[in-house]
C-alpha cells in the first residue's frame, strides 16, 4: 500500500470506530465527503482491498495509430473531417 492508502486506512478505521466523522476524515485526506462515503462504503464491502487503487497496474493507450504515413503515429481527431460540406 502506498502512504496515501494507509493514511487512507488510518482515517477509515477512525470514522468505522466513531472516533472521527467523516467530515473531518474527508478534510483530512482532502477529499469530498461524497468521495470519502465511497472509499468508506468500498472498505465495508471488500475490506482493506477495497483501499488500494484499481488503476494500479492498467496501462491506457492514449494515442491510436492510423495506417500510412510511413508508419509514424497520428492523433486521431474525428471532431474535424477535412471533407467540404
Not at 14 to 41: C, D, F, M, N
Not at 57 to 84: F, M, N
Amino acid at each position: 500500500m502506498t502512504e496515501e492508502e494507509l493514511a487512507r486506512k488510518s482515517e477509515i478505521e477512525r470514522v468505522t470506530e466513531k472516533r472521527s466523522t467523516q467530515s473531518e476524515a474527508a478534510i483530512k485526506l482532502g477529499l469530498s465527503q461524497r468521495q470519502l462515503r465511497r472509499i468508506l462504503q468500498r472498505y465495508r464491502k471488500e475490506g482493506v482491498s477495497g483501499l488500494v487503487s484499481k488503476k494500479r497496474g492498467v496501462t491506457v493507450e492514449i494515442r491510436k495509430r492510423l495506417d500510412g504515413a510511413g508508419g509514424q503515429g497520428q492523433w486521431v481527431d474525428s471532431s474535424h473531417s477535412t471533407e467540404d460540406k
